[in-house]
């Protein structure tokens, strides 16, 4: 394995490079899901009547923005525009600036010393963003989605915290590259697990994706989906989808070594990794069930969280001894 | 140069949200103003090169306002937090209170002979902080604070998650686990 060189970080005029990385891949996530979706469709034992609205493959992500952006935007009666507005579109606006510490190789935008900690508080944006976009329609199921959001983050985000600690504890550093160059002999996906299992699990959750989606659950019309048509409705997918490649581009200087790896250069197969983790994250909408959020507060505080903090001693441990 | 100008920027966002708090007609954005006025404050922490504490005072006021929404909405009682409402009350009292604090803090800021600096900041200036604070506690705080988390864990574990009217995760609280037909048979 090549030797990994120290993050350096590049001119802030990268950022804009950054958002056309980050809006490639959360592209590439949405053309994944829509070719599971069409060979649902095609090859699936669905009956023949469900099958209306065919998906458009690999071409969904244009397809969709196309249709969507001839689309009329709703609105609806004492709706509350600003905060409605600014929770459609800061979702993308938080999965950027969750992208701005994240190496891609050794180039990074804004190398943070404490790194770690802007990620989780830009997750933690994303609390405020999904209920304001549920509060904003004033409609009983979109607000009903957005509290449905909160009471699935106060679930999923010490977990989430503990599980982005833990490599921060073993690399003794808030660095995201300090975080990268102390997986220079061993990746932290060997030695902590249940960490990046957790750390995924609350990417999808976050994502309001698969599992974690009940705020955006077809029992409630759609949830914080229901009012938004048009371009409030691509914003809000896009963000979706931008988050979870954000979510899924953090697991690799965290876990997976972030750019090592043979032949490839290093940006390369910290792309190649990001693609990976993101595409198990799309495909999963389509294994696992539904979780209601009241029914993951009981297993979230009283078994994940217990464990995630048993992996942390184990890291600890292993760190002092090292 | 650019620090005056980002320092003045954040004071006024921080101090205009803050006023619109009281000024704005519902409940959902008067939480939110709140929310842009820590978030402004833990911008201007940033400034001081405190990149620890600024980010996370942003995380926490998130959360916390975030869940506080919910909680003011919700005990709002009947739906007046779901329609434009007033947020001041006992005016008068209020703006007196509120002025003569004010006057009192901006006359010690203006009045207090600050020191002048000497030598230059620490290298790590949230370590830095952090003693100054605690000094030879530091120590024990470490130690407690662990402690305290484990206690809020475990005592949510031992907790009776139960109810008579069935588990506590499918909607029932309190009483016994097993649920009984009201004539005794059970079921």
Redesign the interface.
């Known amino acids: 394995m090549p030797m990994i060189e120290p993050v350096v970080q590049v001119s802030p005029l990268w950022v804009v490079a950054a958002a056309v990385l980050l809006g490639i891949l959360a592209m590439s996530g949405a053309a994944f899901n829509g070719v599971l979706a069409r060979r649902e469709q095609t090859g699936g034992p669905l009956p023949a009547t469900v099958r209306t609205g065919r998906s458009a493959g690999a071409l969904t992500p244009l397809v969709e923005t196309a249709r969507l952006l001839r689309q009329r935007r709703r609105s609806s009666i004492a709706a ?1 525009a ?2 409605w507005r ?1 929770g459609i579109g800061g979702l993308i606006v938080a999965a950027l600036l969750m992208v701005t510490v994240i190496p891609l190789g050794r180039w990074t935008v804004a190398d ?3 790194g770690v ?2 990620f ?2 830009m997750d ?2 994303v ?2 963003l999904v ?2 976009a549920g ?1 904003g329609a004033n409609s009983a199921h979109s607000l009903i989605g957005g ?1 449905r959001f ?1 009471a699935q ?2 679930s999923y ?1 010490l977990p989430l915290m503990f599980a982005l600690i833990t490599p921060a504890v073993a690399a003794g550093s ?1 660095r995201v590259g300090d975080v990268v160059a102390a997986q220079s002999s061993l990746w932290f996906i060997v030695t902590m697990p249940v960490a990046f299992l957790i750390f995924c699990a609350s990417v999808v959750a976050f994502s309001v994706w698969g599992p974690f989606s009940s705020a955006a659950g077809s029992d409630i019309a759609g949830g914080i989906l229901a009012e938004v048509s048009g371009v409030d409705r691509l914003l809000l997918l896009a963000g979706r989808y931008a988050l979870l490649a954000a979510g899924a581009a953090f697991a690799v200087p965290m876990f997976l070594g972030g750019g090592a790896g043979p032949v490839l250069p290093d940006w390369a197969w910290t792309l190649v990794k990001t693609l990976l983790v993101l595409g198990v994250l799309i495909a999963v909408r389509r294994r696992l069930p539904l979780i209601r959020p ?2 993951l ?2 297993p979230a ?2 078994i994940v ?2 464990v995630v ?1 048993l992996q942390i001693l184990v890291v600890s441990l292993l760190s002092v001894r090292s | 140069m650019f620090t005056s100008i980002a320092f003045w920027l954040l004071a006024v966002i921080a101090v205009v949200s803050g006023a619109a708090v009281f000024r704005v007609d519902s409940m959902a954005r008067a939480t939110y103003a709140l929310a842009v006025s820590f978030v402004a404050v833990g911008a201007i922490l940033l400034l001081f090169d405190l990149d620890y504490v600024g980010v996370i005072t942003i995380l926490m006021m998130m959360m916390e306002m975030a869940i506080m929404g919910v909680f003011m909405i919700m005990f709002m009682g009947m739906n007046p937090a779901l329609m434009p409402m007033d947020m001041v009350h006992s005016k008068k009292a209020s703006a007196a209170v509120s002025l003569s604090v004010f006057v009192m803090l901006s006359a010690l800021a203006l009045l207090i002979p600050w020191p002048s600096r000497r030598g230059s900041p620490d290298g790590d200036v949230t370590a830095a902080l952090g003693e100054a604070l605690m000094e030879s506690k530091m120590l024990v705080m470490l130690v407690i604070s662990s402690i305290l988390f484990a206690t809020i864990v475990a005592s949510l574990v031992l907790a009776n998650p139960g109810g008579r009217y069935g588990q506590a995760s499918d909607g029932a609280i309190g009483g016994k686990q097993r649920a009984r037909h009201p004539d005794g048979g059970g079921k």
């Open positions: 509350d600003l905060l600014i943070l010393n404490v900690v802007w989780n508080a933690v944006m609390w405020a209920w304001m509060w509290y909160l983050a106060l985000e808030l009241d029914r507060a009981v505080w009283m969280l217990p903090l």
